[in-house]
Structure formats: structure tokens, C-alpha cells
């Protein structure tokens, strides 16, 4: 079975940091995209971060020196270290994958496995 799964998210003060961390089982071998989303009351979700088997990142422009998306292969783990906090960091979070490789910037429709989502909220 394919399964992801979240943890880190927490409630932060403005200019604060956490750390989200989705450990990911029961994928075969072969190239992998995995990435972060977000969805905020009342907004569409959206992209975060994205890393491709071969480790190359993008980062949406709100977050860019902020945020940093990264992998540990041999722990099977995704990284997403968010720094310098804001309120509109504000939401609920997704790790997402999808076999092969990322290719230009992906959007939700791309990934075909998601993790149960983690609560990050910024006050």
C-alpha cells in the first residue's frame, strides 16, 4: 500500500519556524516527484515546493529564502523547513508524489499521492 505521511505542523508566532517532515512507503523503485501544497480557508491549494529524484528544487515565489524543500532517500523522508514565518503562511499542508520526473512546475492535478495534510498556523 502507498502511504504518506505527515508530521510537524503546529501553531507559531510571526518570524517563528517549523519544520514538516512525510515519511513515504510501499513505492516501487524508479524516479520519483514529490512536493509540498497548502490550502488556506476560502483558497484554491496550491504549490509550495517541489524536488525531483535527482534532487533539483523549485520554490514558489512566496516563499523563495524562506522555505526550503529537501530529502533524506535513505530514510525514505520529504523536508520542508519553513523560516521567518508570516500569518499568510497560514494553512492546512500537503505532501504529494507522483511517479517520474517533475518536468516543469506542477500543479495539484500532477500528483497522484497525498499525505493526510498538517496544520500550520501562524499568529
Known amino acids: 500500500h502507498v502511504q504518506l505521511v505527515e508530521s510537524g505542523g503546529g501553531s507559531v508566532q510571526t518570524g517563528g519556524s517549523l519544520r514538516l517532515s512525510c515519511v513515504a512507503s510501499?513505492?516501487?523503485?524508479?524516479?520519483?516527484?514529490m512536493g509540498w501544497f497548502r490550502q488556506a480557508p476560502g483558497k484554491e491549494r496550491e504549490g509550495v515546493a517541489e524536488?525531483?529524484?535527482?534532487?533539483?528544487?523549485s520554490h514558489a515565489s512566496s516563499v523563495k529564502g524562506r522555505f526550503a524543500i529537501s530529502k533524506d532517500n535513505a530514510r525514505n523522508t520529504l523536508y520542508l523547513q519553513m523560516n521567518t514565518l508570516k500569518p499568510e503562511d497560514t494553512a492546512m499542508y500537503y505532501c504529494?508524489?507522483?511517479?517520474?520526473?517533475?518536468?516543469?512546475?506542477?500543479?495539484?492535478?500532477?500528483?497522484?499521492?497525498w499525505g493526510q495534510g498538517t496544520q500550520v498556523t501562524v499568529s
Open positions: 504529494a508524489a507522483v511517479p517520474g520526473g517533475c518536468g516543469s512546475w506542477y500543479t495539484e492535478g500532477d500528483f497522484r499521492y
Open positions: 524536488i525531483d529524484n535527482d534532487g533539483y528544487t
Open positions: 510501499g513505492f516501487t523503485r524508479g524516479t520519483l516527484c
